[in-house]
């Protein structure tokens, strides 16, 4: 009788389920602030513990191997290296100098939580990801790591826990910043309010998105054979390695597709790589055990609030000794820490008009980095402690 649902039909008809739930609840509030991405690993850690899926099935291991690695190089596809290059120095620094203190700091603790954690130098590379370019880059890495679907979730759990408290106070930090006189003294780098207005020809952030069938199919066309060219040249790797170096080449690979002009003006890759990683996270949850999750998961979100408040303090003491304007500073945290639209809400927030599209620009180095730098620091931690 139990688990309810058995079959391979019955079991991704749950996921499409699951996924489309947690896109549609994205309608309130709280769901918003929680994200679909959390919602789907919750759900599916109740249903596969509550027995009504199964805790294996065939799948799952058939989504586990294609779903990341496609939605990954979907996400790049939406990399624009020519308007990075345009951007002004000083965003740039603060971006950078972001991806630098989390890198850094997520090392030092690495280092010392690697022993006490299951995984814990896969851990460390997967918060430096999601540190340096959102939870997309958290979930490849752990792909490419090949880190357990307990760790992936007590990962993302964590994320959440230390995760959304930040951002919230993110949101909060230009109306505290530009009405404290204390801080004002302290920062006095800033825009005036006619240079944060701009010239009113900005873009409208989050407006509808249309796109084609044609559009899918070309996108879903090339995104596969990134991932066979890049899964056929890492069998070329030592074993040990070959996990990762095939995330790094699927992330070149697109990176480098994306500069076509044609791929360039095709439609809808950021939707259609957020479909199939939601799919991947739904099945991390079905292969959770709750008991084990639960244990894991605080000392986790103890690494978690060191490396997000060391990388804070780090970045704002670093970006401060370079006298970077506190709009790009602030902007550069959020795209490190979220996303580039998650950076740009904050600007659009803040009326910070002229710089929407500077913090989506800053949200995109973040993710093309973070796959690179968190394999990096993982491998360094793995090396220097044993783990």
């Known amino acids: 009788m139990f688990p309810i649902f058995q079959s391979t039909d019955a079991v991704l008809a749950v996921i499409l389920c699951l996924v489309a739930f947690a896109f549609w609840v994205q309608r309130f509030k709280v769901c918003k ?184 199919a070309i996108l879903l066309a090339i995104s596969v054979t990134v991932v066979a060219v890049a899964t056929k040249l890492s069998g070329f790797m030592s074993a040990d390695f070959a996990s990762a170096g095939r995330i790094l080449l699927i992330s070149t690979i697109s990176i480098i597709v994306a500069q076509i002009p044609a791929v360039r003006q095709l439609r809808g890759a950021m939707n259609l790589g957020l479909f199939f990683g939601m799919m991947y996270l739904t099945i991390v949850g079905f292969s959770v055990n709750i008991k084990g999750f639960l244990t894991s998961a605080a000392t986790i979100t103890l690494f978690c609030l060191c490396v997000i408040a060391g990388s804070l303090i780090l970045h704002v003491v670093i970006t401060r000794l370079l006298k970077i304007k506190y709009e790009y500073v602030l902007l550069g945290i959020v795209g490190a820490i979220a996303d580039g639209t998650t950076s740009s809400l904050v600007a659009s927030g803040a009326r910070w008009k002229s710089l929407v599209s500077v913090g989506m620009l800053m949200g995109v180095i973040g993710g093309v980095c973070g796959n690179y730098v968190g394999i990096t620091v993982a491998y360094l931690i793995r090396m220097i402690t044993g783990a």
């Open 33 to 216: 602030m929680i994200g679909p991405a959390l919602i789907v690993i919750i759900l599916g850690i109740l249903l596969v513990n509550l027995k009504i899926v199964p805790e294996s099935s065939e799948v799952y291991g058939t989504l586990s191997t294609y779903c990341i690695p496609i939605s990954m190089s979907l996400y790049l596809m939406d990399v624009d290296i020519k308007s990075i290059i345009k951007m002004s120095k000083q965003p740039l620094i603060a971006i950078f100098c972001a991806i630098f203190s989390v890198s850094l700091v997520a090392f030092i603790f690495g280092c010392l939580f690697a022993n006490s954690i299951d995984e814990g130098w896969k851990v460390a590379g997967m918060f430096v990801g999601t540190y340096t370019g959102g939870s997309s880059n958290l979930t490849a890495i752990a792909t490419g790591l090949n880190a357990s679907a307990s760790t992936i979730a007590a990962a993302n759990a964590a994320d959440y826990v230390v995760g959304m408290p930040t951002l919230v106070l993110m949101f909060l930090a230009p109306t505290l910043m530009k009405n404290s006189k204390k801080f004002q003294k302290f920062w006095p780098y800033s825009f005036t309010d006619e240079e944060l207005e701009g010239d009113g020809n900005q873009k409208e952030l989050m407006a509808s998105e249309e796109w084609s069938i044609k559009e899918i």
